[in-house]
Structure formats: structure tokens, C-alpha cells
């Protein structure tokens, strides 16, 4: 009996040690997430009027001149930039990015992908373990970019991506991520990059602004292109990192929640031997003194 009692003591220390842990992880994500969403709530509205903007011009320039960035080609080769999470914790997101970039995959590549004209371009950690460790055809140069998140190193991966496009490398480039709309809620999606997409209305005077360009069109748009592109990746990688912490403080939580639960269970276990060694040791005291008295 002694020994059973000894067991769920060490279960008890051990899930008090654990609870500790997940409370503090979970406040740690909590903070983190405060900064990470008050960056991709600033960022949003301006990033996507830019992508609005971007796909008038692109729409209004047609046939008037040469657009590299938004060349329709047929689709031989493609690069997906999937980003995921420098670390674990964070409940189904890692696995859910991952599940999602296999579906595009599967449903828009397969073809592509079976001759080997798909390559991935990991942005974390955990994706490009996964893709290593499967044998997937990769670019390992941006997959630490979270070390350094700033607009500075998050270009360069974009720049990679328009120069890989322009040169013949690539005839298609996707941004797969996981976009913030709260803490307990991300959405995981597929985005294209490049081609630049262009206005869908089968209304032609509708969804095409009217712009005067200064200086030249020509010159302006090849120095706009970019930096609205660079600005597309950057708000990929702001959503991603707040829905890494969103989903890392839900995680934590519902493991503090478990630890709580189980917690109980282990101490209703405990009082349960140790009343049963008490009614135990006080039956062998009244037998003893009966046999006595007899």
C-alpha cells in the first residue's frame, strides 16, 4: 500500500511540475502575441490596398507594356513558400500548414510535382525539418528568417523568389501561411505571389482605377512592383508569427486545463490509498487487542 501511495505522490509532483510549465508558457505567448498582433493589425490594411492597387495597375497596363512580374506562362515549374513556426507547442498548426501544402500539391501540382519541377522554400523551422526529412526538393536559404523578422531580411527571400520568377525559374509562386483573425482562430490559406494577379470583372468599367502615373508609368512600376511584393510577404510572415503565438497560448491553456483535470483525479486517487491504508492499519490494531483480550 505504502508503495502505491509513493506512486501518485511522484504523479502528483510530477503534473505540478508540468502545470507550472504550461501556465508560464501560456503567459509568455500571451505577451508575445499582444506585440505580434498589434504588428499585423497595423500592417493589414495597408498591405492589402497596396495588393488592390497593385492588381488595377497590372489590369489597366495590359498590352502597354512589358510587365515581368505578372507574365502569365504555362506552368511547368512552381515554387511554395510555406511558412510555419521556429518551434512546437503550438497545438495542429505546424501539421496544418504542412497538411495544406500537400493538398495544393496534390490538387493544383501533381503533375509538376512528379516530374520534380516543384520546389519548397521553408520559412521555420519545424516545416523544413518536415520536407528534409521527406525527401521534398528544397531551398534551405530563408527557413530562420524568424531569427531576424524584420522588412529588411523578408525581402530578400521575396527578391529570391521575383528573380527566380523573371529568369524562367519558376513559372508560378505561392505564399502558404496561416492568417490571424484571433487568438483561438487562424486561417490557413493559400496566396498567390507570382504572377501578379490581375482585376477578375467581367464589368469593364468596374474595378479599374484610373491613375496618373509621375514620373513615367513605365519606370514607376518597375520600381512599385517590388516593394508592394516585398510588402505582400512581409504581412505573410507578421500573420504567421501571431498565429504561431495565438496558437501556442490556446495550446498552453487547454494543457493547463488538462493538468488541472488530471491533478484532481490523482489527489481523489491518493486520498482513496490513503484512507484505505488508514482503515487497513486500524482493522490489524482491533484484531490485535481482540486477540489479546480472548
Known amino acids: 500500500m505504502s508503495g502505491q501511495l509513493k506512486e501518485v505522490r511522484n ?79 503550438c497545438g495542429a498548426y505546424n501539421s496544418n500548414l504542412i497538411k495544406l501544402t500537400k493538398q495544393v500539391i496534390r490538387e493544383k501540382y501533381e503533375e509538376q510535382f ?14 523544413y525539418e518536415h520536407f528534409v526529412k521527406n525527401g521534398y526538393k528544397l531551398n534551405d536559404a530563408f527557413w530562420h528568417l524568424f531569427a531576424h523578422l524584420d522588412f529588411e531580411h523578408v525581402k530578400q527571400a521575396a527578391a529570391f523568389a521575383m528573380e527566380g520568377f523573371v529568369a524562367g525559374n519558376y513559372d508560378a509562386v505561392e505564399i502558404i501561411y496561416s492568417e490571424f483573425k484571433n487568438a483561438a482562430t487562424q486561417r490557413y490559406v493559400s496566396e498567390q505571389f507570382l504572377p ?39 504581412k505573410a510572415m507578421l500573420d504567421a508569427n501571431a498565429s504561431e503565438h495565438g496558437a501556442r497560448m490556446t495550446a498552453m491553456d487547454k494543457a493547463t486545463e488538462n493538468a488541472n483535470e488530471l491533478l484532481r483525479s490523482y489527489k481523489i486517487s491518493y486520498n482513496r490509498a490513503r484512507q484505505a491504508a488508514i482503515t487497513t492499519e486500524l482493522t490489524e490494531i482491533v484484531s490485535g487487542a481482540a486477540a489479546l483480550e480472548g
Do not use: C, W
Open 196 to 234: 501578379v494577379a490581375r482585376v477578375e470583372n467581367t464589368d469593364q468599367s468596374a474595378g479599374r482605377a484610373d491613375f496618373i502615373f509621375e514620373p513615367e508609368k513605365k519606370a514607376l512600376i518597375a520600381e512599385l512592383m517590388p516593394k508592394i511584393l516585398n510588402t505582400q510577404l512581409y
Open 114 to 127: 512528379a516530374k520534380g519541377h516543384v520546389e519548397i522554400l521553408p520559412i521555420g523551422k519545424k516545416g
Open 11 to 89: 504523479r502528483i509532483k510530477s503534473t505540478q511540475s508540468n502545470l507550472q510549465i504550461t501556465k508560464a508558457m501560456k503567459m509568455v505567448s500571451a505577451a508575445k502575441l499582444r506585440r505580434a498582433q498589434d504588428a499585423i493589425l497595423l500592417m493589414r490594411p495597408y498591405a492589402l490596398k497596396l495588393q488592390e492597387m497593385l492588381k488595377n495597375i497590372v489590369s489597366n497596363s495590359e498590352g502597354s507594356i512589358d510587365l515581368a512580374l505578372a507574365a502569365q506562362r504555362q506552368v511547368e515549374k512552381v515554387l511554395l513558400i510555406v511558412i510555419t513556426s521556429d518551434r512546437g507547442l
